[in-house]
């Protein structure tokens, strides 16, 4: 009489099991990838890339060549296989923050482009990474997103910009720009009171300093008090 479970261990060890495997090619219109399996050196024929999400709502982000992934084959077989995810490496390594100089903690979700490429050739280094590539990150109190020396901050109650030196912040204050001026090609309107601490200029003509003649009489008036 067969034991059923060494029928059951025979069957299982005739079943393709998910694995390891580095991107060996890419096909974007299809959202699918070649595969060298791990540790057999085996490449794959062209499988689903796993997706986000797809639907009325799409998102599609697919892995470098050379990326570490691993491969689920669909009901034990490995005709029918798919990427299940990437997964980080002792090469590759999970991004930092710029807005928070950390690894994104449980609870965030932080995308960086121009990280560095997987390494090619048996490689033991990424690729050189872009120090001006646009990044995003979601916290539990606030948006940051940036590009180079650009950032952004959507948070309870203010949205903050900065460029260089120059910021400006949007609150329930009103505006504020700090460390630049402000140039518009148009015109400017304001409802009320128009402050400057050192002039206001019309035409070139200072607001502060400027005189007007004195009717038929030599002379001018003084500059305004």
Same mark, same amino acid.
């Given at each position: 009489?067969?034991?059923?479970?060494?029928?059951?261990?025979?069957?299982?060890?005739?079943?393709?099991?998910?694995?390891?495997?580095?991107?060996?090619?890419?096909?974007? *219109?299809?959202?699918?990838?070649?595969?060298?399996?791990?540790? *057999?050196?085996?490449?794959?024929?062209?499988?689903?890339?796993?997706?986000?999400?797809?639907?009325?709502?799409?998102?599609?982000?697919?892995?470098?060549?050379?990326?570490?992934?691993?491969?689920?084959?669909?009901? #034990?077989?490995?005709?029918?296989?798919?990427?299940?995810?990437?997964?980080?490496?002792?090469?590759?390594?999970?991004?930092?923050?710029?807005?928070?100089?950390?690894?994104?903690?449980?609870?965030?979700?932080?995308?960086?482009?121009?990280?560095?490429?997987?390494?090619?050739?048996?490689?033991?280094?990424?690729?050189?990474?872009?120090?001006?590539?646009?990044?995003?990150?979601?916290?539990?109190?606030?948006?940051?997103? #940036? *590009?180079?020396?650009?950032?952004?901050?959507?948070?309870? #109650?203010?949205?903050?910009?900065?460029?260089?030196?120059?910021?400006?912040?949007?609150?329930?204050?009103?505006?504020?720009?700090?460390?630049?001026?402000?140039?518009?090609?148009?015109?400017?309107?304001?409802?009320?009171?128009?402050? #400057?601490?050192?002039?206001?200029?019309?035409?070139?003509?200072?607001?502060?300093?400027?005189?007007?003649?004195?009717?038929?009489?030599?002379?001018?008036?003084?500059?305004?008090?």
């Amino acid at each position: 009489m067969t034991d059923p479970r060494m029928a059951a261990a025979s069957t299982a060890n005739m079943l393709a099991q998910p694995g390891f495997g580095l991107v060996a090619a890419v096909d974007p *219109a299809n959202h699918a990838v070649r595969v060298t399996l791990q540790p *057999a050196g085996v490449e794959s024929g062209w499988i689903p890339c796993g997706a986000m999400q797809v639907g009325s709502l799409r998102i599609a982000c697919l892995p470098d060549l050379g990326t570490h992934v691993v491969v689920m084959p669909v009901e #034990g077989d490995a005709e029918h296989a798919v990427l299940a995810c990437p997964i980080y490496d002792a090469v590759m390594r999970p991004p930092v923050s710029p807005a928070t100089g950390d690894h994104a903690q449980p609870g965030e979700v932080l995308v960086m482009a121009g990280c560095g490429a997987p390494p090619a050739g048996g490689g033991t280094a990424p690729g050189g990474a872009d120090p001006h590539g646009p990044w995003w990150h979601i916290t539990a109190s606030a948006i940051h997103a #940036g *590009a180079g020396n650009a950032s952004a901050v959507l948070a309870n #109650g203010a949205i903050g910009w900065k460029v260089g030196n120059v910021g400006m912040v949007l609150d329930a204050n009103g505006l504020s720009v700090t460390g630049g001026a402000i140039t518009t090609d148009g015109d400017m309107t304001a409802q009320g009171t128009v402050t #400057g601490a050192a002039d206001v200029r019309a035409a070139g003509i200072s607001g502060r300093g400027h005189t007007h003649p004195v009717g038929s009489a030599p002379g001018v008036t003084g500059a305004p008090q």
